[in-house]
């Protein structure tokens, strides 16, 4: 069966290749045969003063040729056909229409309508709808916003424009931003009406006319359980609206990365060692066995003698010689990182004539990391086409090629590849980045086996992990789709569509002889490994649409289809367990057997749906639609699934007399009921697939690639999970979770209602918009008997609810299109999650993620964690050893340290323009919530925080090592932490966690002095096993400015009689000012507490590069 499957897919593959091949060379050719020649029809569009109105929208009638307006109103547009007409819209006026004739010069004043709202706006499957008569949330914005202050990612740049929708963008190279829509993550992508299943690195930003945000099911349920937390539509670019006529379009960026906004700072007084002692290439393993890591706690930087990484050898001795210790590399993180660059280049070809358009586009993006040997290019292709073969029939496609390619991707993660690992944890300035450059520098070195590195045998020198440590990644990413409409009469029309994702990832790690992985055991002989993961989705639609005008009174727009959406995925992780030769990364060349896994999925959804709109008189509109999904991921019995929605909107200034200030005035609301099984958004390696652990566990550190999917997860089948080989041989192990035969599918209620608004003139606009929405039974893996020969049992578990506000306030303060004008666009958005009920009547339930026994009504983004321990006038309570006691560890134990989600996230945009100059400037943030600095935890134990030497613990630090005679002897502890201690009575416990006796406890000022080192170790290893989390907690409030752009655009008349039609130059800077409470580490990226689909609550965060500012200039040419 699976060889069939194989057969079948590279055949299905193979008629797509020659499908799109086809396809591309009729549009070509029939493109070019189109131009012919043409009028050029052009004038000028004022209101009833006289004033020009730039920006109206002019098309040729029922074509898709148009044009805009100018700042003065100006307009030109090529008209073949003389008896064609042209119509002026514009918010907010009436709109036009004039038949074109045998006029060159056609002037237009247009009249007001302020009870009329005429934008379209693009809804789920690519249908479009006045936004008038929509009755859900939905927010445009043009894509030609996003392309001058860029970033590497096109989806980071929607950060803050969207109310509702967070962004929270990654530093690292090739990193995927983490996209939360109210509260929810794993949000569709949609191109052109059509999902695609992959990440956002494989659309051009360039080729983008706009971005559509679905929020939430109501407005995205005719996606079926994909669409349960809203989707991202992006419509792309088609042929240029002046018919016949070529349009060549160059656009060029560059900028770089000279400086950083968020980085972990570190001291520069003591260097490495332990108890202000140090000792060349000693105590590399503890007395149990487990290596010892670097840490910074060694002798004060003052000149003294001590034996280092560059000292002289005796050479009758042997014995290494003191050297000068002294503070070398204060700057060694600043040193090793290079200027990053991102530099993006794209050019378009587009055409338009009576029956067809045409664009080709191509795009590349590199990359330059600022970590050394590390690069990222990304080339785009992309084609788009439609052809009227004749006035009923027409023809549209899109296909999109993207190929990714690194020869380096840097890890950064907790673990001896990561950079802030190295440098900002457990780096010491005693030893200068300089002088590593040669990795392999003897005698030390040897060449191929063995590195070079200021700290013998424990660490990894950074130039060796950034040439040799190599993290290769290829991928090639395919997407299209071809649409064939035909218009059966005046309302009626047949469509036919079908659709393909497709895209193959190759990543391969080359682990080299010397390299510290933390692997068990410690032989450091190297490793390669080999990760392929391949996905192949089709979707075929049929669809019919009905339009028409019943009466004077209702008018009806009503679609129906079906869609066939088939799956595939399998992927394989290979690693070989030690190398036999040095720098030959083969499987061959492993020393023990290879350990390699595989893993398979398909799924196949069978769908019917329809949508109909009902509007009376243009200002009252019922909308509803249903969806049926027979999904094969669920119990036979249970699969089929109905997802119905229905909303209304009116537009109430049509028929009420309302203040003169109120131009227009819609409300909304709205109702869906989105269902959803077994099929997870992402996924890891065929490792983590098939034994549900992460790669780490196996070799030791690192984190876990994962990359879209979007497919089934298997939770509910009872299944052998093979494991790592033991002495050699295969082991498998029987699941430990009960399938479930009635298992349902989970439930996503919501519930909207808003208002939507124009004031004075339509020059201030509000739109306000509340949501509730009710999220289960989730399913859930309950604890069971362990007598029942399981763990767990699959169920439906557990429901919670959701609610939230969203506000955007958009205002033009100046509008004057000769002068000075000013725009200003404002989002705010909050909301709150809690628990609202649990399986079979319970009222408690432990969430793993968090950590914590939840009860109905409790939010669920807290953090839990152990606590100071306090007497009861507010003082910490030190253990008799001088340390801070605490609490056993254990669930019960924890407290509530803080919300995990901001309490609000905001922004705000301005856009200045005077004649041909603009200036716009964005700032945004979050306000609220908690999360453990993992960076300021880590540094703080290792002694490599700032912290550490200032204030009390800096003169406590001092002390103590003038009391060690230059390090020769026991440091004499110094530091008394605040506090007090117990000095009758015994502590107890409740099963709380709390002190059940602590009013019978007596207590005195501590008095008991530790060292430094001992303080601060033993509150983050703890006293009694429970690391005191509440010392590493910190605000996530920040507030960034996001961008800045000043533009300028070349006057028209400059370039009268030229091939050249526009020009326009941007200075642009990104990321320029960041504010927090710590800055060593970015907020930015960690959108979400709580993910009320996996039940988790972010809790400690791996290392993250830093954060860097970057500045630039971005030049638009169009011929």
Excluded at 150 to 178: C, D, F, H, M, Y
Aim: hydrophobic letters at 35%.
């Amino acid at each position: 069966m699976g060889q069939l499957s194989t057969v079948l897919y590279c055949q299905h593959w193979t008629n797509w290749r020659r499908l799109l091949g086809i396809f591309i060379i009729l549009s070509i050719l029939t493109n070019c045969a189109a131009l012919a020649q043409s009028r050029l029809v052009s004038g000028r569009v004022t209101d009833g003063k006289g004033n020009a109105l730039p920006g109206v929208s002019i098309l040729i009638k029922n074509t898709s040729a148009g044009t805009t307006a100018d700042a003065d109103g100006k307009y030109s547009i090529n008209v073949a056909d003389p008896s064609a007409t042209l119509t002026y819209s514009f918010i907010g006026f009436n709109t036009e229409s004039h038949p074109v004739g045998n006029q060159s010069v056609i002037d237009v004043t247009m009249t007001e309508n302020t009870a009329q709202l005429n934008e379209v706006i693009v809804t789920a499957l690519g249908i479009k709808k006045e936004a008038r008569t929509i009755g859900y949330t939905a927010q445009e914005i043009a894509g030609s916003q996003l392309v001058k202050a860029r970033e590497p990612n096109p989806i980071n740049s929607l950060v803050g424009k969207i109310a509702g929708l967070t962004v929270a963008p990654s530093a690292e190279l090739l990193g995927k931003p983490q996209l939360i829509l109210r509260g929810s993550t794993n949000l569709l992508l949609v191109v052109d009406g059509v999902p695609i299943n992959s990440d956002t690195w494989n659309v051009s930003a360039d080729d983008i006319a706009t971005y559509t945000v679905l929020k939430g099911p109501n407005a995205a349920a005719l996606y079926g359980f994909r669409g349960q937390n809203g989707a991202i539509l992006i419509t792309t670019k088609r042929g240029t609206g002046d018919k016949n006529r070529v349009e060549v379009d160059v656009n060029s960026s560059t900028m770089v990365e000279p400086g950083f906004v968020a980085v972990p700072d570190r001291q520069s007084e003591y260097g490495f060692g332990v108890n202000y002692q140090y000792a060349y290439g000693n105590n590399l393993y503890d007395s149990d066995g487990k290596f010892r890591r670097t840490n910074i706690w060694g002798p004060r930087f003052e000149g003294q003698a001590v034996p280092q990484y560059d000292s002289p050898v005796d050479p009758t001795t042997g014995i290494r010689q003191g050297t000068p210790w002294v503070s070398r590399g204060a700057n060694n993180f600043r040193d090793f990182m290079q200027m990053g660059v991102l530099s993006t280049n794209n050019v378009s070809i587009a055409s338009s004539g009576e029956k067809h358009d045409l664009r080709l586009s191509i795009s590349n993006n590199y990359q330059k990391g600022m970590v050394p040997n590390t690069r990222l290019n990304v080339t785009n292709f992309n084609l788009n086409s439609g052809i009227n073969f004749t006035d009923r029939l027409r023809f549209e496609g899109n296909m999109n090629l993207s190929l990714q390619n690194s020869p380096n991707i840097p890890q950064a993660s907790s673990g001896p590849e990561g950079e802030t690992y190295i440098f900002q944890v457990y780096g010491s300035s005693s030893w200068s980045v300089k002088d590593m450059r040669d990795y392999y520098k003897g005698p030390q070195g040897v060449p191929g086996v063995k590195q070079y590195y200021a700290e013998y045998g424990r660490g990894n020198n950074p130039y060796f992990v950034s040439y040799e440590w190599l993290n290769e990644h290829r991928k090639t990413d395919l997407y299209g789709y071809a649409r064939l409409t035909y218009k059966l009469n005046d309302h009626i029309n047949l469509a036919a569509r079908t659709q393909v994702t497709t895209w193959n990832q190759f990543r391969t790690e080359k682990v080299p002889f010397s390299a510290i992985t933390y692997k068990t055991p410690d032989l450091r002989q190297g490793d390669y490994r080999e990760d392929r993961r391949n996905l192949f989705e089709n979707n075929t639609d049929l669809l019919v649409s009905f339009d028409k005008n019943l009466n004077r009174d209702f008018h009806l727009n009503a679609i129906a289809g079906g869609n066939l959406r088939l799956f595939s995925y399998n992927s394989s992780w290979a690693t070989t367990d030690f190398l036999i030769v040095p720098g030959v990364y083969d499987f061959s060349n492993s020393k023990n057997p290879v350990q390699a896994y595989n893993f398979r999925s398909d799924m196949q959804v069978l769908s019917g749906y329809y949508t109909a709109d009902l509007t009376f008189r243009n200002y009252l509109t019922l909308s509803t639609t249903g969806r049926v999904d027979k999904l094969s991921t669920l119990p036979a019995a249970t699969r089929n699934i109905f997802y119905p929605s229905a909303s209304v909107s009116t537009v109430v200034s049509d028929y009420l007399n309302l203040p003169r200030a109120i131009s227009f005035l819609k409300l909304r609301g709205s109702y869906a009921n989105v269902r959803g099984a077994n099929t997870q958004a992402m996924i890891g390696s065929a490792y983590q697939a098939v034994t549900g652990n992460s790669v780490s566990s196996l070799i030791g550190y690192g984190s876990e690639i994962t990359t879209s999917y979007d497919g089934p997860n298997y939770v509910n089948q009872n299944s052998y999970t093979i494991s790592k080989l033991y002495n050699n041989q295969p082991s498998a192990s029987y699941t430990g979770n009960l399938a479930n035969a009635s298992l349902k599918s989970f439930t996503v209620k919501s519930y909207e209602f808003g208002l939507d608004a124009k004031f004075l003139g339509n020059r201030l606009g509000l739109d306000v918009t509340h949501f509730t929405s009710i999220n289960g039974p989730q399913i859930f893996q309950l604890p069971v008997a362990s007598s029942s020969g399981f763990y767990n049992e699959t169920v439906n578990a557990v429901t919670t609810q959701k609610n939230g506000w969203e506000v955007a306030l958009s205002g033009s303060v100046l509008k004057n299109p000769t002068g000075l004008s000013w725009d200003v666009l404002a989002n705010w958005s909050t909301f709150k999650e809690r628990l609202k009920s649990i399986y079979d009547g319970q009222t408690s339930i432990n969430l793993s993620g968090p950590d914590h026994v939840f009860t109905i009504g409790d939010r669920l983004d807290g953090y839990y964690g152990y606590k100071y321990l306090r007497s009861p006038d507010g003082q910490i309570i030190q253990s008799s050893t001088g340390v801070p006691l605490t609490t056993p560890a254990g669930t019960n134990y924890k407290k509530l340290l803080g919300y995990t989600n901001p309490d609000y996230v905001w922004s705000i945009n301005n856009r200045f323009a005077y004649k041909n100059v603009n200036f716009s400037f964005q700032f945004d943030g979050r306000v609220g919530g908690v999360i453990y600095d993992q960076v300021y935890a880590y540094a703080t134990n290792s002694g490599n925080q700032m912290e550490t030497v200032t204030g009390d613990l800096g003169a406590a630090r001092l002390k103590e090592w003038q009391s060690t005679n230059g390090g020769t002897v026991a440091a004499t502890p110094a530091y008394v932490g605040p506090g007090v201690v117990i000095t009758n009575g015994t502590v107890q416990f409740d099963n709380a966690g709390n002190i059940s006796n602590l009013s019978e406890l007596q207590f005195a000022p501590n008095q008991k002095a530790v060292t430094v080192q001992t303080y601060e170790q033993g509150i983050y290893n703890s006293y009694n096993g429970a690391s005191i989390d509440e010392k590493y907690m910190v605000s996530k409030t920040y507030g960034k400015l996001r961008e800045v752009i000043l533009g300028y655009t070349l006057p028209a008349r400059l370039l009268a009689g030229r091939r050249i039609r526009s020009v326009n130059v941007s200075l642009v800077g990104r990321n320029l000012l960041y504010f927090a409470q710590r800055k060593d580490f970015d907020l930015d990226q960690y959108g979400i507490g709580f993910n009320s689909a996996t039940q988790s609550t972010l809790r400690n965060p791996s290392l993250q590069s830093a954060t860097t500012r970057r500045l630039g200039i971005n030049i638009n040419l169009t011929f």
